[in-house]
């Protein structure tokens, strides 16, 4: 896990450093700010997952890579224009949350009905969700306790672009199963390094 914890703050960097602060500098110097950044993302990711509920799964896709960059970029933008803010870090949380709600929120319906009732499907997207919430709530706790919680494995890019490449080839339920397995037990990882930090803290 060490190894991709490593792997992922170069990649990080590496989409920091060349795409995130060119783009965001443009934005910023044609008044572009976080905020709308922020509401655009969540806004095509709730058109995303109004595509996903009729079925018109690569569409979804689209609007959700789409949605995913102006969330990658609301952060830089508050940077480059040096107005990063409490307030501003809890809008970009909560749309994060809303906006994956959003896409297997609509994914559920879709198979809950309209496809002609795919049980296994919309009890995965159910557990999709309840996954992804909890991978997201024990950083927060985590974090609130002074530790960082950031452990872990399918964290928010990673669910983005797995559900991502499976819209844009029209077949969602791979992402699906992925998500349904693998975000609990990201949480269960997430949650045991913790406790495992925290218990060795208590013995020094």
């Not at 609007?63 to 107005?83: C, E, H, P, T, W």
């Not at 297997?104 to 995965?124: H, M, N, P």
């Amino acid at each position: 896990m060490a190894d991709l914890q490593k792997f992922r703050y170069r990649l990080r960097a590496a989409v920091s450093k060349y795409f995130e602060a060119p783009v965001a500098g443009i934005l910023a110097r044609v008044g572009f700010n976080a905020t709308r950044a922020t509401l655009a993302g969540v806004a095509l990711a709730c058109g995303a997952g109004y595509f996903a509920a009729t079925g018109q799964f690569w569409q979804a896709g689209v609007l959700n890579a789409l949605g995913s960059v102006f969330d990658m970029l609301d952060g830089a933008i508050a940077r480059k224009q040096g107005i990063v803010s409490k307030r501003g870090a809890l809008l970009d949380s909560t749309v994060d949350r809303v906006a994956e709600a959003a896409v297997l929120g609509g994914l559920a319906w879709w198979y809950s009905g309209i496809a002609g009732y795919d049980r296994v499907a919309a009890l995965l997207a159910f557990v999709a969700f309840a996954g992804s919430m909890m991978v997201s709530y024990v950083r927060a706790r985590a974090e609130g306790l002074g530790y960082k919680g950031t452990s872990g494995f399918l964290t928010r890019p990673e669910r983005v672009v797995i559900m991502t490449v499976c819209l844009l080839i029209g077949r969602p339920e791979p992402a699906l199963w992925i998500l349904a397995v693998g975000t609990p037990l990201s949480a269960a990882h997430r949650f045991w390094a913790e406790w495992r930090a925290m218990g060795q803290n208590a013995q020094k």
